[in-house]
């Protein structure tokens, strides 16, 4: 059985709430606001969408807004001190277990709404935390189940809800993802249906023993600087555990010229899959001098931490390209102005020359 504990506050549209009080600092995990837009509206009960019109991409400015919130309240209390733990449902559990998740939902609309709850499928890929579109289902998320499935709030209102996970006796050992989904729905005044939704994500590891292990490794520190003269740090960074990650941390600049540093610079790596690899780019301030500097990139996905330390330039700022501008014009009209000045001093030369040589023979 896995014992929870409290996780946070009411539920929040965009914001992950508190972590618990007297926690240890922990590095910042990344802000990811689960949105999309499905094409079908609900009906309450569970994979059983009803076809509807294509969602409006951008709602009425008049219309009443489909915003919603939903907040994650319990955490294994194994994983106090894992900070994604505190954001999304991770575990890890045994063939046949029944885990149990409260969460709290918040209509944050200006009128009265109708919120459905649901769970759906989700995948981590190289391009990261993958949601599928509307209620598609998986494996996991057809072990889940939301109570109530809809419940009508008014603005503000928040609803507690039970989100029960049983995994089945015979289901193979591995990791598998998905989404818990807050929606509403609501129609402008020109007839098109807007959809808002929100969701938590799922990580959920199933086989025998503990826990598998969860693991990273980071590449050298490398500077360079773009065309436009931002200086940019890059790293490699590689999975080398057995779970997927979610990748932030902070970047610290030292020993800089004339003992200047910088930072810290908030990174956010994104998701990271298993046996996955991605490039962290960190742009930073286009007035930083070249270096070299002592670089420190710290990095964490939840209570697994690592490092990583070196010198780096970032090379002089690129000179602006002359711009081609056509001085034709400009350049005839300085060779036609000096060919007048010399024809003139010519003819005042000749002239005063001539008024020499006259002077002489008139007297005579």
């Given at each position: 059985?896995?014992?929870?504990?409290?996780?946070?506050?009411?539920a929040s549209a965009a914001q992950p709430g508190p972590a618990f009080a007297g926690r240890p600092p922990v590095l910042a995990e990344p802000q990811v606001p689960e949105a999309d837009v499905p094409a079908v509206e609900p009906d309450g009960r569970k994979g059983s969408p009803r076809p509807s019109a294509?969602?409006?991409?951008?709602?009425?400015?008049?219309?009443?807004?489909?915003?919603?919130?939903?907040?994650?309240?319990?955490?294994?209390?194994?994983?106090?001190?894992?900070?994604?733990?505190?954001?999304?449902?991770?575990?890890?559990?045994?063939?046949?277990?029944?885990?149990?998740?409260?969460?709290?939902?918040?209509?944050?609309?200006?009128?009265?709404?109708?919120?459905?709850?649901?769970?759906?499928?989700?995948?981590?890929?190289?391009?990261?935390?993958?949601?599928?579109?509307?209620?598609?289902?998986?494996?996991?998320?057809?072990?889940?189940?939301?109570?109530?499935?809809?419940?009508?709030?008014?603005?503000?209102?928040?609803?507690?809800?039970?989100?029960?996970?049983?995994?089945?006796?015979?289901?193979?050992?591995?990791?598998?993802?998905?989404?818990?989904?807050?929606?509403?729905?609501?129609?402008?005044?020109?007839?098109?249906?807007?959809?808002?939704?929100?969701?938590?994500?799922?990580?959920?590891?199933?086989?025998?023993?503990?826990?598998?292990?969860?693991?990273?490794?980071?590449?050298?520190?490398?500077?360079?600087?773009?065309?436009?003269?931002?200086?940019?740090?890059?790293?490699?960074?590689?999975?080398?555990?057995?779970?997927?990650?979610d990748l932030a941390g902070e970047l610290r600049l030292a020993e800089g010229p004339g003992g200047l540093s910088a930072g810290p610079v908030k990174v956010e790596a994104g998701t990271l899959a298993l046996d996955g690899s991605t490039t962290v780019r960190v742009a930073l301030d286009r007035r930083l001098?070249?270096?070299?500097?002592?670089?420190?990139?710290?990095?964490?996905?939840?209570?697994?931490?690592?490092?990583?330390?070196?010198?780096?330039?970032?090379?002089?700022?690129?000179?602006?390209?002359?711009?081609?501008?056509?001085?034709?014009?400009?350049?005839?009209?300085?060779?036609?102005?000096?060919?007048?000045?010399?024809?003139?001093?010519?003819?005042?030369?000749?002239?005063?020359?001539?008024?020499?040589?006259?002077?002489?023979?008139?007297?005579?």
């Amino acid at each position: 059985m896995t014992v929870v504990v409290a996780a946070g506050a009411p539920a929040s549209a965009a914001q992950p709430g508190p972590a618990f009080a007297g926690r240890p600092p922990v590095l910042a995990e990344p802000q990811v606001p689960e949105a999309d837009v499905p094409a079908v509206e609900p009906d309450g009960r569970k994979g059983s969408p009803r076809p509807s019109a294509r969602p409006s991409a951008q709602p009425s400015p008049a219309a009443p807004s489909t915003t919603v919130g939903i907040r994650l309240l319990d955490a294994p209390v194994e994983r106090r001190d894992d900070t994604r733990a505190h954001k999304y449902i991770v575990d890890h559990v045994r063939p046949g277990t029944t885990i149990k998740r409260r969460i709290m939902v918040q209509n944050s609309s200006e009128i009265r709404r109708t919120v459905a709850l649901y769970s759906a499928a989700a995948d981590v890929t190289n391009k990261g935390f993958v949601l599928a579109p509307d209620r598609t289902e998986n494996e996991l998320s057809s072990w889940i189940d939301v109570e109530p499935a809809q419940e009508v709030l008014a603005p503000d209102e928040e609803v507690e809800a039970l989100v029960t996970i049983a995994v089945p006796r015979r289901a193979e050992a591995g990791e598998r993802y998905a989404v818990i989904w807050a929606e509403v729905a609501g129609v402008d005044g020109q007839n098109v249906r807007n959809v808002g939704r929100a969701g938590i994500r799922v990580y959920l590891s199933v086989g025998p023993g503990g826990e598998p292990p969860s693991g990273f490794e980071i590449g050298p520190l490398t500077g360079e600087r773009e065309k436009d003269g931002t200086p940019v740090l890059t790293a490699q960074v590689r999975n080398t555990g057995r779970r997927a990650l979610d990748l932030a941390g902070e970047l610290r600049l030292a020993e800089g010229p004339g003992g200047l540093s910088a930072g810290p610079v908030k990174v956010e790596a994104g998701t990271l899959a298993l046996d996955g690899s991605t490039t962290v780019r960190v742009a930073l301030d286009r007035r930083l001098p070249d270096g070299p500097w002592a670089a420190k990139l710290d990095l964490a996905s939840g209570w697994t931490k690592r490092s990583a330390t070196g010198r780096v330039s970032f090379g002089p700022v690129p000179v602006a390209a002359t711009s081609a501008v056509d001085r034709s014009g400009q350049v005839l009209t300085g060779g036609l102005t000096t060919s007048g000045l010399v024809l003139l001093l010519f003819a005042v030369y000749a002239y005063r020359r001539r008024a020499r040589i006259r002077q002489p023979v008139e007297a005579a």
